[in-house]
């Protein structure tokens, strides 16, 4: 079964550095998205993306936060300048048609 | 989107038919009802999602009331796999392309014992 592949699964960084969260969603897939999950809490939405373009942010999503899709095949999070905050498990999404959403098993981000 | 109600926590003996119910009164008449769950912090599972009529594939069936105000989630024979927090979402959108967020609560945990 197509899968939804993240790179790392688990990234530590210090605090105030830049970080690049990446995924290769199922290769037939036309809308991409991430998400997040601090610990304990729900799973959040960051930022969707269809026809290299956002369609759609959450007010998490703020400048420090930007996507790209740079090669047709690889979804990209970076985040500047982390925060302690940020920690959190990191989930892509994508979707043929927009309806059910396959998502990765996520990228687990430690700011220290 | 609509919101929704879900009890916190349900138990389900293996082999047993697991019911997930969700309350969903003030959905609009083009939202859908979606269903993923969360198994031990992995990334969400889509499930199912229907409309208006009750809908079967191999992993549930989801039933939905007529008034569309509930509806349920049924895992025919719960397994200890099945062990998880089950999300119900209400969203616009469910035969059209569209690249709208899925905002998802606290859910269910359902957990399933021997």
């Known amino acids: 079964e197509p899968e939804v592949t993240q790179t790392p699964s688990h990234q530590v960084t210090q605090m105030g550095q830049e970080v690049i969260l990446r995924c290769v969603p199922i290769s037939n897939h036309l809308y991409f998205y991430w998400y997040r999950q601090i610990l304990g809490q729900k799973v959040e939405f960051l930022v969707s993306?269809?026809?290299?373009?956002?369609?759609?942010k959450s007010e998490i999503f703020d400048d420090q936060f930007s996507v790209e899709r740079p090669d047709g095949s690889n979804f990209t999070l970076k985040i500047r300048s982390t925060k302690l905050e940020d920690s959190a498990m990191y989930f892509c999404?994508?979707?043929?048609?927009?309806?059910?959403?396959?998502f990765g098993s996520g990228t687990r981000l430690t700011v220290v | 989107d609509a919101k929704t109600t879900q009890p916190t926590s349900m138990d389900c003996a293996e082999g047993r038919a697991a019911n997930l119910p969700c309350n969903h009164s003030?959905?609009?008449?083009?939202?859908?009802v979606y269903w993923y769950r969360q198994i031990h912090s992995q990334g969400p599972q889509y499930i199912i999602h229907g409309l208006k009529n009750n809908e079967t594939n191999e992993m549930a069936s989801l039933i939905i009331t007529e008034d569309r105000k509930s509806s349920t989630l049924i895992l025919p024979h719960a397994t200890l796999r099945d062990t998880a927090v089950y999300y119900c979402?209400?969203?616009?959108?469910?035969?059209?392309?569209?690249?709208?967020?899925?905002?998802f609560g606290t859910g269910t945990r359902l957990q399933v014992t021997l």
């Open positions: 993306f269809y026809n290299n373009e956002i369609s759609e």
């Open positions: 999404a994508s979707s043929e048609a927009g309806i059910g959403r396959t």
């Open positions: 979402i209400v969203r616009a959108g469910g035969n059209t392309g569209t690249a709208s967020k899925l905002t």
């Open positions: 003030t959905i609009s008449g083009n939202e859908y």
